[in-house]
């Protein structure tokens, strides 16, 4: 059973930095793809960004290419989204996923495997 727990939300002002970790156990995350996605209030899960296991190759959406990072350790089995130049409507529910279940990645049915997110809210 893979378990993923995220850490590192919070409140924050438009322009400020957070870096949000996801806590892998059950599968190693150099193995697998992950990926970080967000909910917000009355809105649909997005995709933000992934990272590929094999290659470590990363992909991000338009929204926050340009200002966010995702990256792993794997000696701590953790995967991180480093978010710069934060605006008020990157505000959501961040979570961490894994498990590739063989639909695209840039979907929530394309993984199994869920944390149980993070709030980030930004402030203007």
């Known amino acids: 059973q893979v378990q993923l727990v995220e850490s590192g939300g919070g409140l924050v002002q438009a322009g400020d930095s957070l870096r949000l970790s996801c806590a892998a156990s059950?599968?190693?995350?150099?193995?697998?793809?992950m990926a970080w996605f967000r909910q917000a209030a009355g809105k649909e899960r997005e995709f933000v960004a992934r990272?590929?296991?094999?290659?470590?190759?990363?992909y991000y959406s338009e929204s926050v290419k340009g200002r966010w990072t995702i990256s792993r350790d794997n000696d701590k089995n953790t995967i991180y989204l480093q978010m710069n130049s934060l605006k008020p409507e990157d505000t959501a529910i961040y979570y961490c996923?894994?498990?590739?279940?063989?639909?695209?990645?840039?979907?929530?049915?394309?993984?199994?495997?869920w944390g149980q997110g993070t709030q980030v809210t930004v402030s203007s």
């Open positions: 996923a894994a498990g590739w279940t063989g639909a695209s990645m840039s979907v929530p049915r394309g993984y199994a495997y």
């Open positions: 990272i590929s296991g094999s290659s470590g190759g990363t």
């Open positions: 059950g599968r190693t995350v150099s193995s697998t793809a």
